[in-house]
């Protein structure tokens, strides 16, 4: 998403990941099928927030659940609500979420670079150069989305948190 978002016609995207594949983790999510968001009113989320309600406020009132639903159907994805208001795609199938990110990401022009794991970022002057098994110039801006460290089977293992603290 974020890489899909940075994309506008003045500026060339890279999105690194190390894994052979896009979206690994989003694979395994509700059971295979992953539950993408919720019908509920936007107000109604932060009821389910067990802590600091208030980080989550900007996040969810700038790109809401009927955000998300009307970008997946942009991109092709059918989706159904089930009980709790509990939003899935059509097929059950997490890999359609997948298709229709691959599938933005594609109309966008963002170059996809796969098998590539970011061993660090190292800062010339003002920009940033990525330490990995190619040389890709340099870059104005680096986002880090590299996920949590649960299910490291999925690629991600905390390299980016490590990258990130150094
Ligand atoms: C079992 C399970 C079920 C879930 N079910 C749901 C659900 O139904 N609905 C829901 O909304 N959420 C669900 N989640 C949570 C959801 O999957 C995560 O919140 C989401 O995937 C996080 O996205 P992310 O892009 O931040 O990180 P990730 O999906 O982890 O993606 C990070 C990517 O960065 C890459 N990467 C990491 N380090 C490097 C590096 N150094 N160099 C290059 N690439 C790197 C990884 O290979 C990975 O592809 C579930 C999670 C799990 C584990």
Redesign the pocket.
Known sequence: MSAIFSKNENNDVFL????EK?????Y???KGR???TNSKEIYEFFDEINRNKNFLYSSLYSYTNEDILKFFDEYGLKTKVERGGRVFPLSDKSSDVIKALEKALNVKGVKIILN???EDVKLIGDKFQLVCNKDYGLFDKVVF????K??PF????G??HE?LKN
């Open positions: 690194f990941d190390g894994n896009i979206g690994k983790k989003i395994i999510s509700g992953c539950n993408i590539t794991e970011i989305a590299t996920g949590g649960s299910y999925t690629g991600s293992r390299k980016g990258i």
